[in-house]
């Protein structure tokens, strides 16, 4: 009985290293998809020599990830301003995902992203639109845009959410000059959704792998793990199928 008892846990340990490989396995797949697809893209930023950005980031992550009740807020704001600045928003995104998990963190970003753009979105549209209009003038792709924005704003506005071809942060000053309304544009934000909960989720995952091996592991942690695996899955799959049925219905209307 002993020694069933002993082989049935020494099973259930190894079935808990082998989620945890495969977690890890799966991170890296997520990590290198984000970086070399046009998610990635989507969270480009212009590229600033002057100061490590990546850095400032990681540090306000930090900072906020102290602050408590509060951090949401900061967060929140963080990213706005990042949003404006052309900062990597991918690095605040995956942040959010460890310090806030999925849930709670998705909701920040969008919230954050969607004011961000906006904000931008009003720049754009009143005070910077000669600078916006002389970056984007030899860009075929962003001629087409306010070509079809034309006929139809949010369907566009949502399009360019969901399949994000265009860096995310120079597209929310792009379409300030074009002639979609503020409220289509503003409605539009809704595409960021799948790619926002991929993201953050894969950050919330990195969160729970260095986790492991603290007190802040859950009573049953191979239950746990597979349930995180298995979600990652899904939330990639689903991700993936939305982006590329909205790529292709973006291409018939451009």
Known sequence: MKKQFTENLFNLENL??????????????????LLNTE???????????????????????????????????????????????FFPGSILTLGAGVIFGVIWGSLYVFVGATLGATAAFLVGRYLARDWVAQKIADNKKFAAIDQAVGREGLKIVLLTRLSPIFPFNLLN????????????????????????IMYVYIGSLAGNIAAIGTEAQPNNPTLQWAIRILGLFATVAVTVYVTRIARKALEEEL
């Open 173 to 196: 000053y792009a379409f300030g000059i074009t002639g979609v309304s503020l409220k289509d544009y503003f409605i539009g934000s809704v595409g960021m959704i799948p790619g926002t």
């Open 16 to 33: 808990h290293k082998s989620l945890k490989l495969i977690g890890l396995i799966l991170l890296v797949f997520g990590f290198g998809f």
């Open 39 to 85: 998610f990635a893209s989507a969270q480009e930023s212009v590229n600033t020599n002057s100061f490590n950005t990546q850095a400032i980031l990681r540090d306000a992550l930090q900072w906020i990830d102290n602050l408590g009740t509060v951090g949401a807020i900061a967060f929140i704001a963080l990213y706005i301003i990042a949003t404006i600045a």
